[in-house]
């Protein structure tokens, strides 16, 4: 399995950006589907943004569409999560996973066998 660790969260306030960061190592990055999660206190793991094995094809949550973007360096072995015009509601715990497939872009967590140990996202309002 892929190991994985992400960077960039902190303390923004309401309306900027912050660019998260994953490394992944361990295994071959481009035979995996990447994904970024969150979880606030007391809501539920939820999907944000997922990308395929090759960087062509992405998807994202309701709630992110049109703010986030999400990109991959498979010769860095790293994903990216671009967030812009945040909200006190992105206010999260955010994971980077990974799903060992090149068939599309996963969005159930079940699928995603890898996970980093997460980075706080905090937005003040």
């Known amino acids: 399995q892929v190991q994985l660790v992400e960077s960039g969260g902190g303390l923004v306030e309401t309306g900027g950006s912050l660019r998260l960061s994953c490394a992944a190592s361990g295994s071959t990055f481009d035979n995996y589907a990447m994904g970024w999660f969150r979880q606030a206190p007391g809501k539920e793991y939820k999907f944000v943004a997922g990308?395929?094995?090759?960087?062509?094809?992405?998807t994202y949550g309701d709630s992110v569409e049109g703010r986030f973007t999400i990109s991959r360096d498979n010769a860095k072995s790293a994903v990216y999560l671009e967030m812009n015009s945040l909200v006190p509601d992105d206010t999260a715990v955010y994971y980077c996973a990974g799903a060992h497939t090149r068939a599309g872009v996963p969005t159930n967590p079940r699928l995603f066998a890898s996970r980093g140990q997460g980075t706080q996202v905090t937005v003040s309002s």
């Open positions: 990308i395929n094995w090759s960087g062509e094809t992405t």
